[in-house]
């Protein structure tokens, strides 16, 4: 009973009242008005498991709700941010051109600050009433930045290294260690191109492991020292780059391309921010079942995606239908299935009825993945400013 009062307490404090969040008459209207709508979700192509899961979403809600929805591939999230800015300013108000787009970090930051956002509308789907809010804080605060409505939470992610134990049967159990590894195995190691989420969150986790004050990441950049707090990033990168995959002198575009160097036997290492894509992608054989997941004995980091509505999509009933749909236990246990995509879920499920929880409690770990008390710690992620500076930065650098 305490436990629901300080959940009660958490959702009032953040204005989400469960009478608004179950307003059936209000919901009714949104279904009504995206009967026939089509929505356009701009969402990372990169991935075809993902891209099917994705399939199966726009088959359901063109069955349940009469909603078609279209994938619009992106390679980078902030292809989409751009084009929403570019019609802000042609003045293009409503008939926008996206209606729903796969989001977290600095791209949300940078929509939300530019009033580039529909809503608050979150806390009005009903299956918003499911999220685990006061178990997984950042279903409500994306990269230290509070989403106050303006996204709806979709999955929860965690940053883990691969390993193929044919050849490397114990990893390094720091960043520290694996860069000295990469410098001892020259041409066995490297890591994606920023700006790739994969490949600069990497540079996240090398800067929090060489940043004397860890605390500083969480304020705006601009309230630091980049040059001094990222020094040990830099020469820590300079240091090993003769050593990686190609001398340094390219980097695989994405977590895919460097997944298909692990298979090939270039490289002994990969890397996801999912724990269970390793075994999803033994399972779809595209990797061997020799591979294993590891985290640094430090953690590593943890975040929630989401989807957003542009302020100008031009069928925002249909997204929201397809948002609340998205964080439905039904969605949330095909998404976690190991077979598939096996992307962590934003419910609450021992809090969900029983044929719901029964969905979870069916699913098998897969034969990659960690328990969960083997991802632990979670390291909270920087403010969303740093990450736009050291893909700058690194471009800089190390861009051929």
Do not use: C
């Not at 929509?111 to 809010?133: I, N, T, Y």
């Not at 691969?162 to 520290?176: A, G, K």
């Not at 969960?372 to 990450?387: A, F, G, N, R």
């Amino acid at each position: 009973m305490a436990q629901f009062f300080t959940a009660l307490l958490l959702l009032v404090l953040l204005g989400i009242t469960p009478s608004k969040a179950a307003d059936n008459a209000t919901w009714k209207e949104v279904l009504a008005d995206a009967e026939g709508q089509t929505v356009y979700f701009n969402a990372w192509g990169g991935d075809e498991t993902i891209n099917s899961y994705i399939d199966w979403i726009g088959d359901e809600v063109k069955r349940r709700f009469d909603v078609t929805l279209k994938h619009v591939k992106l390679a980078d999230t902030a292809e989409a941010v751009a084009r929403v800015v570019a019609e802000k300013t042609a003045g293009r108000e409503d008939g926008g051109s996206i209606d729903l787009i796969w989001i977290n970090g600095e791209n949300f930051a940078s929509m939300k600050e530019q009033d580039l956002l529909f809503g608050p509308f979150a806390h009005d789907l009903p299956s918003f009433a499911h999220v685990d809010v006061e178990g997984k804080p950042t279903t409500i605060l994306d990269f230290t930045v509070p989403t106050d409505g303006f996204e709806a939470p979709w999955g929860m992610a965690q940053f883990v290294f691969f390993h193929d134990t044919d050849r490397v049967p114990e990893p390094p159990r720091s960043t520290q260690e694996l860069l000295a590894w990469a410098k001892d195995h020259p041409g066995r190691f490297t890591h994606p191109s920023p700006p790739d989420f994969i490949g600069s969150t990497f540079l996240k986790h090398l800067m929090i492991a060489y940043v004397d004050d860890p605390s500083v990441l969480q304020r705006p950049v601009e309230m630091s020292d980049f040059g001094e707090v990222t020094a040990g990033l830099w020469q820590a990168l300079e240091d090993v780059r003769p050593s990686l995959w190609r001398k340094g002198e390219t980097y695989p575009a994405n977590a895919p391309g460097l997944h298909q160097l692990l298979d090939d036997g270039e490289v002994d290492f990969s890397m996801a921010f999912n724990p269970a894509e390793a075994s999803a992608a033994i399972n779809a054989g595209t990797l061997p079942n020799t591979i294993r997941t590891f985290i640094p004995e430090a953690g590593s980091i943890g975040n929630t995606h989401f989807v957003a509505i542009p302020f100008n999509a031009a069928h925002k009933a249909g997204a929201q239908v397809v948002a609340n749909f998205l964080m439905s236990p039904e969605a949330q246990a095909k998404k976690q299935d190991p077979e598939g995509w096996g992307d962590g879920t934003v419910l609450d499920v021992p809090a969900l009825d029983p044929e719901d929880r029964a969905r979870f409690d069916q699913l098998p770990r897969g034969i990659a993945t960690l328990p969960p008390e083997k991802l632990t710690p979670v390291l909270p992620e920087p403010h969303p400013s740093w990450m736009t500076r050291i893909e700058e930065e690194w471009l800089r650098r190390f861009s051929s």
